[in-house]
Nanobody
Framework: QVQLVESGGGLVQPGGSLRLSCAASGSIRSIYTMSWYRQAPGKQRELVAIITRGDSVNYADSVKGRFTISRDNAKNTVYLQMNSLKPEDTAVYYC??????????????WGQGTQVTVSS
């Protein structure tokens, strides 16, 4: 019913920048929160940043001041601008959206993930 497609991952040197995008499509009536998670090898998935429909944001302490989350409600898209990247930011990044469908069902949907590798 709802699909999330991420893009923008890749290989970048330490100190570099990347911008991730995640577009939601399908039977969407409204999107509540949109967020980014990441999972590094051998570690649990962790919340990186979250943004509400009213643009309230929250960040993991490890990315505060370096990452910025934003959303375009008209495009059902969320972005993650990542600056001053560090090797420890290397992970698969996943997009999540809490959605109300046209059938008035609330769903938590996930994207397929995009790899971010920070290495020299």
């Amino acid at each position: 019913q709802v699909q999330l497609v991420e893009s923008g991952g890749g290989l970048v040197q330490p100190g570099g920048s990347l911008r991730l995008s995640c577009a939601a499509s399908g039977s969407i009536r409204s999107i509540y929160t949109m967020s980014w998670y990441r999972q590094a090898p051998g570690k649990q998935r962790e919340l990186v940043a979250i943004i509400t429909r009213g643009d309230s944001v929250n960040y993991a302490d490890s990315v505060k001041g370096r990452f910025t989350i934003s959303r375009d409600n008209a495009k059902n898209t969320v972005y993650l601008q990542m600056n001053s990247l560090k090797p420890e930011d290397t992970a698969v990044y996943y997009c999540n959206a809490v959605v109300q469908t046209t059938s008035l069902v609330q769903l938590s949907s996930w994207g397929q993930g995009t790899q971010v590798t920070v290495s020299s």
